[in-house]
């Protein structure tokens, strides 16, 4: 069982930036991709990007490519998620999530998460 908890999010101007973390308690995140997945208002939640157990591949949806970076520290059980050059439709709940090793990372589908955080805001103004 993993337990995941975001932190990081809140309210920047358009292009600032936030570092967002998913902290992990519990056996065996190492033993997991993860994938950070955003909720806007009146919106399905998408995919915006995952990193393998061992952090050595990322993947992007191509909205945010060169602009957020996701990496991982599995010596402390944390996924972070770098966001460069915000926008407004950027404003979401971003939830961070587990997938076993071998589903899909690009994308991650919902369908494969095993375990979800319970998110954190991220609001950006014009």
């Known amino acids: 069982q993993v337990q995941l908890v975001e932190s990081g999010g809140g309210l920047v101007q358009a292009g600032g930036s936030l570092r967002l973390s998913c902290a992990a308690s519990?056996?065996?995140?190492?033993?997991?991709?993860v994938g950070w997945f955003r909720q806007a208002p009146g919106k399905e939640r998408e995919f915006v990007g995952s990193?393998?157990?061992?952090?050595?591949?990322?993947y992007y949806t191509d909205s945010v490519k060169g602009r957020f970076t996701i990496s991982r520290d599995n010596a402390k059980n944390t996924v972070y998620l770098q966001m460069n050059s915000l926008k407004p439709e950027e404003s979401a709940v971003y939830y961070c999530?587990?997938?076993?090793?071998?589903?899909?990372?690009?994308?991650?589908?919902?369908?494969?998460?095993?375990?979800w955080g319970k998110g954190t805001l991220v609001t950006v103004s014009s």
């Open positions: 999530a587990c997938a076993a090793l071998w589903r899909s990372l690009n994308p991650m589908s919902e369908r494969d998460i095993i375990y």
């Open positions: 519990g056996r065996g995140f190492s033993n997991y991709n």
């Open positions: 990193i393998t157990w061992n952090g050595d591949s990322q």
